[in-house]
């Protein structure tokens, strides 16, 4: 049990805090009046992504990538095992995000907490719905046997929009995984092969998180912007432009700034649409 003292104490960071977002906010709302956000973007423009090449997991596919200060890791691990109960004919997809305490003073060691259960959710939610990896096709035996494939994303540096970097870095890393081949002997007895095969994915699902404040939309928020909002949202947009999966995480929009934000949100995928195809090049060219 916390001590007088440490109540005490935390009272006190939270007031401060408090106190802090109010005078952000403050400033804030001076500078989206005059038509441009603290770090000098513009409304609805993202901060510069970088997937950086390289090894650094042991998995079957991985991905390195920064969004303006915000650096996630993401690997793509596979084994194989029965089917759930409730989808005897598909593959499964586990997802996991792990905030490291070295990525913020806010994240703590331990189990998962509510944060990191909503991005793994939010993650999880958009590759489902979009259908991004196709869960039939890494079935061995129908109700037996099928491809487990396990998400694992880390948290590196946290300056805002994770949810965003997590799914493209997923996207990516799924993109680039291999998966070893699995052979049926005449008894049914599986056995794993040297041959690798591709995750079989489709046109990539992206996340879109959106920030209100005052009475100002932003795309791409930093960490500052997420704490002075006073909503915030994030849709996933599929290959079609449509929105397959929406996560109001703050406050509440109205109906005609939610159409504004998919209309935005799907003029952006395109253009990132080039990103993500130049990084999955130079990945396969160095393969």
């Not at 995750?199 to 704490?227: A, C, H």
Request: hydrophobic fraction near 40%.
């Amino acid at each position: 049990m916390c001590s007088w003292k440490e109540k005490l104490w935390e009272g006190v960071k939270l007031y401060e805090e408090s106190i802090g977002s109010s005078l952000m906010k403050e400033y804030m709302l001076k500078e989206l009046k005059n038509g441009k956000r603290v770090d000098g973007r513009s409304f609805y423009e993202m901060r510069e992504i970088e997937v950086r090449p390289g090894s650094y997991t042991k998995s079957c596919g991985e991905a390195w990538l920064s969004l303006g200060g915000t650096k996630v890791l993401v690997g793509v691990s596979a084994d194989i095992g029965e089917p759930f109960p409730d989808t005897p004919e598909k593959g499964v997809m586990v997802s996991n995000v792990e905030l490291l305490p070295l990525a913020s003073p806010s994240f703590e060691p331990g189990p998962p907490d509510e944060n990191s259960i909503e991005l793994a959710r939010i993650v999880d939610r958009a590759l489902r719905s979009s259908k991004y990896v196709d869960l039939d096709k890494l079935v061995i035996v129908p109700g037996k046997l099928v491809y487990l494939l396990f998400l694992d994303m880390y948290v590196l540096d946290h300056k805002g929009n994770l949810a965003d970097a997590l799914t493209l870095a997923t996207v990516i890393a799924l993109a680039k995984s291999k998966i070893p081949k699995v052979s049926l002997s005449s008894d049914g007895t599986p056995a794993v092969m040297n041959e690798q095969i591709s995750v079989p994915v489709s046109d990539p699902v992206m996340n879109f998180t959106f920030v209100k404040i005052g009475d100002y939309i932003l795309l791409d928020p930093n960490l500052d912007e997420e704490i002075a909002s006073d909503a915030m949202i994030t849709m996933a947009i599929d290959g079609q432009g449509r929105i397959c999966s929406i996560q109001l995480r703050k406050g509440f929009f109205r109906d005609v700034e939610i159409k504004k934000m998919y209309e935005i949100a799907r003029e952006k995928r395109k253009e990132l649409m080039s990103v993500l195809e130049e990084v999955l090049r130079v990945g396969q060219e160095t393969a």
